[in-house]
Nanobody, 127 residues
Framework: QVQLVESGGGSVQAGGSLRLSCVVS????????MGWFRQAPGKEREGVAS????????YYAASVKGRFTISQANAKNTVYLQMNSLKPEDTGVYYC????????????????????WGQGTQVTVSS
């Protein structure tokens, strides 16, 4: 059973940076998509960034492109989300996600198809 454990959330002022980490265990890390999602208070969860673990293809939501970077350390089964130039609207609970079985790279930006989730980590950006 896949397990995803996020860390690195916290409080920061607008313009600041944070790096989130997600450690994956319980399944084969390769040939799959890893994603970061967020949910702001009163809003639906939205996809932020994703990466195909085998080749490193990356995908980003328009709202974070150029500010956030998703990366991975394959040997550590770990995915990162570097968040720069943070804005108050980036506030929310950030979740790491994947698919329960390996899927092609074309699934990585299909935000509504992810079905394996971590517990989330809170990110608060103050103005």
């Amino acid at each position: 059973q896949v397990q995803l454990v996020e860390s690195g959330g916290g409080s920061v002022q607008a313009g600041g940076s944070l790096r989130l980490s997600c450690v994956v265990s319980g399944y084969t890390y390769s040939n799959n998509c890893m994603g970061w999602f967020r949910q702001a208070p009163g809003k639906e969860r939205e996809g932020v960034a994703s990466i195909f673990t085998t080749f490193g293809n990356t995908y980003y939501a328009a709202s974070v492109k150029g500010r956030f970077t998703i990366s991975q350390a394959n040997a550590k089964n770990t995915v990162y989300l570097q968040m720069n130039s943070l804005k108050p609207e980036d506030t929310g609970v950030y979740y790491c996600a994947t698919f329960s079985r390996p899927l092609p790279v074309s699934f990585c930006p299909k935000w509504d198809r992810y079905n394996g989730w971590g517990q989330g980590t809170q990110v608060t950006v103050s103005s």
